[in-house]
Every structure is written in structure tokens, then in C-alpha cells.
């Protein structure tokens, strides 16, 4: 009995039962504040990842119409030349602007107006002289007769007019004050032009003087007949009609304001006068998107408009050539109305319109490019629920390969490039048995897509956009593979990834 007491105390010592109780306790305590933590944790990262995702939005697809007149960068060329001076001085102009001048006709001359008024002053001086004598001698001139009509002429103008004068019309007055200087000039011309034996000294120092003051001043022509204008901006001898089927890019880009040149301004040495402009038959150059120019054809006829001085300035064009590029068509719209409006301008944004579009509105941001292979259709394996192509590898076996077909026509379909299961250079089956050949992939097209989102899976299929603005596409409705009425769509790529779940 003593040696079990013994024991006892013994084991009561070494294993304490409170002890193991609260140690038990501990751990169930710390393991549910891990637990809670954890879930805790797990709760807020999960409330930040879907407070913090980009929200996707989401539309359905329906019918729509868009006037689509889609802003162009363009480039005007006219048939023109320009007309320099041959010396610095003061121009007079004979011609308004934007009237037409015949061929030959003086439309302007330049004079040093130092050395023309000094002689132009001495030339007053000798006429007055030339007049003083003549007048003394109008009995035995060989004009006489020509003077006395002309003098008659001033006298029947004053008795005609003067009963108008009781109602003191100023307008009258004016009028016959320019009659009589008219005539009056006729007569001192007569006197000064006539060489006599009394006026000779005097008549060869004008014709002196006169010689020197033609020396002085020029005369500039419109060497063919023509619009004149005063609008210059130093391209008239680069941007013709003889190349405007090679402009490049660059030029038409670039922005030209004219200058307009002062009648009131003395022009320097080479500097321009005036431009004719010789032909009403003018062209507009511009890079066109192929996705538009794809729908116009050489010969069409649209209305091609611009802003200018905050007007609207618009005019019938006809497509006179087009050249496909990869991306850009170059076409050259010829015009042969309202030159005088676009005179001003050589580089400008305009826009086309055309016919509204009618089919599936989108907003242009719903849509991506993608890159697409193509594929000969007899490469294409057709499962029962699926469609497949045979990849052969480096050791001569293949490998079937699913894949999705987004376009297709008579001879090729068109399926996106995956770099993990079939890209270009891969060499794919053609054809089934012993007739079996080999294609090795290596053209690529880029079509436009849209991402579907009818399933919680966002997929893309491409479209066929008909027109634009700049918020909406109108694109082709009911094709084989493209959109259905009522398909829900990403309203912006840029916020989903192809397989994305969109819930």
C-alpha cells in the first residue's frame, strides 16, 4: 500500500493533470486564430482583386444606320504659274483679285518710285511749257480742227448738264467735272504730242525724260490667259498636274498657309506679283484608309467638304484614279466647279459624303485587329463537332490540331494564329490518302474582331465594317461567322483578353 502511494505521488509530480488540460487548450485557442486570420486574409484579398478588376461592359448588338464621313488629309493641285519681278519698286495692278485676264493683257507694273517721280515731276514742267506755247498758236495748228471739236464737246457737255444743277444733285455735278477733265486731257495730248518748230527743245528733252522713266519701271504680263490671284505659297512649280499621281505622304501631311501679297507693299527683286491660275479643272490627292476606299471605284462621282474661316466650303468631285497600297489607298479626286472658294487653300482636313450605311451598330472601341493564317480548306479536317488540321513534326508523324475557323471562302479558311499549337513556318497535311500532301503555312491576313461575350467566356469573331464615325461602325450583318442580332459584345477590347472570363 505505501509503495502504490508512492507511485501515485510519484506520477501525480511528473504529469499533472490540469497542466495537460491547459496545453490542449492553448493550441486549439492559437489554431483557431490561425484558421480566422487565414480566412480573413484570403476574404480582403479577394474583396481588393474584385474591387481593383477592370469592370467589363457589356452591350447587345442591334441594327443601326451612321452617315459615316470619315476625316481625310488632303493636298490641292491646280494648273498655275507664277509671275516674278525683275526689280524692286512700287506695283500697280490693273487686274482685281480673282478676275479673269486674257492672254498678253499687262496685269501689273513695278516702278523705283525715287527715280519716277523726279522724272515723272520735270515731264509736268515741259507739258505745262509745251501747253503755254501751243495755246498761243491753236489758229494755225495742223490739230486745230481736233481742238475745236473737242472744245465744242466741253461746251455742249456743260449746256446739257446745267439745267440739272436746279435740284443741286452733287452726283451730276461729279460727273460732268469728269467729262470736261476727259476732254480737257484729250485736247493737252494733242498740243503736247504735235512737233512744231516753237516746242522741238521742249519735245526732245520729254522724250529724254520719258525714255528714262521706262528704263525706271516694268511691265509684267500674263503670258496665258487665266484666274489672278495674289495668293501665293511657293509650291506652284512643284505640286502640278504632271505628279499627282506620286505624292508622297509627307506632302500631303504637311500644313501650307499662302501669302497674300499687298498692292499697297513694295516688292523686292524676284519676289512673286501674281499667280493665273490657267485651268478651272483642279484635284484634291489624299491617302484614303482601304477599309473606305475599298467601297469607291474609278469615275465615282461624291461631295467632297471642308471648314475654311469657319465656313463650310464644299464641292462635286470625281475619283479620277486610286492606287492600293497595304494599308492606304492613294486616289486623286479631279473637280472642275468652285475653284475660286478653294483658292486660299493648298493643304487641308476634308471629309466625303456618302450614302448611310445600314447593319450592326458598334462602338469602335469593341473593335480589335487580329492576325489571322491562312489555310487551304482541303488541309481542314471536319470532325463531327469540331474542325481540325494534321501537323506533321520533325520524325514525318502528325499531329491533329483543333482549330477555329473565324472566315472562310471558296478556297482558303482563316484561323487565328496560336504560337503554342500552329503558327507560321508549321507544315500541316493536305488532302487523305495516297494523294496526301504537305502545306507549309506562310501567308497571314489581319482582319477586324470583336469579342463575344454570350457565354461567360469572351471569344472573338471578326467583322466586316461597312462605315465609320468617330464613335460607331456600321458592320455587315448575318455574316457566316460574324455577329447575330442580339449577340453581347465587349464594348472595349482593351479591357478583356481572349478565353477571359467576363461574369
Known amino acids: 500500500m505505501a509503495e502504490r502511494r508512492n507511485n501515485s505521488h510519484y506520477y501525480s509530480q511528473h504529469h499533472p493533470v490540469g497542466k495537460r488540460r491547459n496545453i490542449k487548450r492553448g493550441n486549439h485557442k492559437a489554431l483557431t486564430i490561425f484558421i480566422f486570420v487565414g480566412l480573413f486574409v484570403y476574404l480582403m484579398g479577394y474583396v481588393i482583386a474584385f474591387a481593383t478588376k477592370p469592370q467589363i461592359s457589356i452591350e447587345t448588338v442591334n441594327y443601326g444606320t451612321i452617315d459615316s464621313p470619315q476625316s481625310l488629309k488632303g493636298l490641292i493641285i491646280r494648273d498655275e504659274y507664277v509671275v516674278k519681278s525683275t526689280m524692286a519698286g512700287e506695283p500697280e495692278y490693273f487686274y482685281a483679285e480673282n478676275e479673269k485676264v486674257p492672254k498678253n ?3 501689273c507694273t513695278v516702278k523705283d518710285t525715287g527715280t519716277t517721280d523726279t522724272i515723272e515731276g520735270e515731264i509736268k514742267k515741259i507739258d505745262k511749257s509745251i501747253l503755254e506755247i501751243q495755246k498761243k498758236r491753236t489758229d494755225i495748228s495742223s490739230y486745230s480742227d481736233d481742238v475745236q471739236r473737242v472744245e465744242e464737246s466741253i461746251t455742249n457737255s456743260v449746256d446739257n448738264t446745267a439745267y440739272k444743277f436746279v435740284n443741286n444733285n452733287v452726283s451730276d455735278m461729279y460727273n460732268l467735272k469728269l467729262d470736261i477733265q476727259s476732254q480737257i486731257n484729250i485736247r493737252n495730248n494733242i498740243w503736247i504730242n504735235e512737233s512744231t518748230e516753237s516746242t522741238g527743245d521742249l519735245t ?5 525724260y520719258q525714255s528714262q522713266l521706262s528704263g525706271a519701271s516694268a511691265s509684267f504680263k500674263a503670258s496665258e490667259s487665266g484666274i489672278m490671284t495674289l495668293m501665293i505659297d511657293n509650291l506652284e512649280n512643284t505640286i502640278t498636274p504632271d505628279v499627282r499621281t506620286n505624292i508622297s505622304a509627307d506632302q500631303i501631311a504637311m500644313t501650307v498657309q499662302p501669302k497674300y501679297i499687298s498692292k499697297s507693299m513694295n516688292v523686292e527683286k524676284d519676289s512673286p506679283l501674281f499667280k493665273i491660275i490657267k485651268s478651272n479643272t483642279w484635284y484634291v490627292v489624299s491617302y484614303v484608309p482601304n477599309d473606305v476606299a475599298s467601297k469607291w471605284k474609278v469615275g465615282d462621282t461624291m461631295n467632297l467638304y471642308t471648314t475654311y474661316d469657319e465656313q463650310e466650303l464644299s464641292t462635286d468631285v470625281k475619283i479620277e484614279s486610286m492606287k492600293q497600297d497595304k494599308k492606304e489607298t492613294y486616289v486623286v479626286f479631279k473637280a472642275d466647279k468652285k475653284l475660286i472658294d478653294f483658292l486660299p487653300i493648298r493643304t ?5 459624303r456618302q450614302e448611310s450605311y445600314t447593319g450592326f451598330k458598334i462602338p469602335n472601341d469593341s473593335i480589335v485587329e487580329k492576325t489571322f493564317l491562312k489555310i487551304p480548306n482541303d488541309c ?4 463531327l463537332d469540331s474542325k481540325s488540321v494534321i501537323v506533321a513534326n520533325a520524325n514525318g508523324e502528325g499531329n ?11 478556297n482558303y479558311s482563316y484561323v487565328c494564329q496560336d504560337f503554342k499549337t500552329l ?3 508549321d507544315v500541316i497535311m493536305r488532302g487523305t490518302g495516297k494523294d496526301a500532301g504537305k502545306f507549309t503555312i506562310s501567308d497571314v491576313v489581319t482582319y477586324k474582331c470583336v469579342y463575344v461575350a454570350n ?3 469572351a471569344e472573338y469573331v471578326i467583322v466586316d465594317v461597312l462605315g465609320s464615325n468617330s464613335e460607331y461602325s456600321i458592320v455587315k450583318a448575318n455574316t457566316q461567322y460574324g455577329l447575330k442580332v442580339y449577340d453581347k459584345i465587349v464594348s472595349d477590347a482593351k479591357s478583356v483578353k481572349e478565353d477571359e472570363s467576363v461574369n
Open 105 to 107: 493683257a499687262v496685269v
Open 348 to 352: 487641308m482636313e476634308f471629309k466625303i
Open 204 to 208: 526732245a528733252q520729254r522724250n529724254k
Open 423 to 425: 503558327k507560321i513556318g
Open 455 to 457: 457565354s461567360s467566356i
Open 380 to 383: 481542314i479536317i471536319d470532325n
Open 400 to 410: 491533329a490540331v483543333k482549330v477555329k475557323i473565324l472566315k472562310s471562302d471558296d
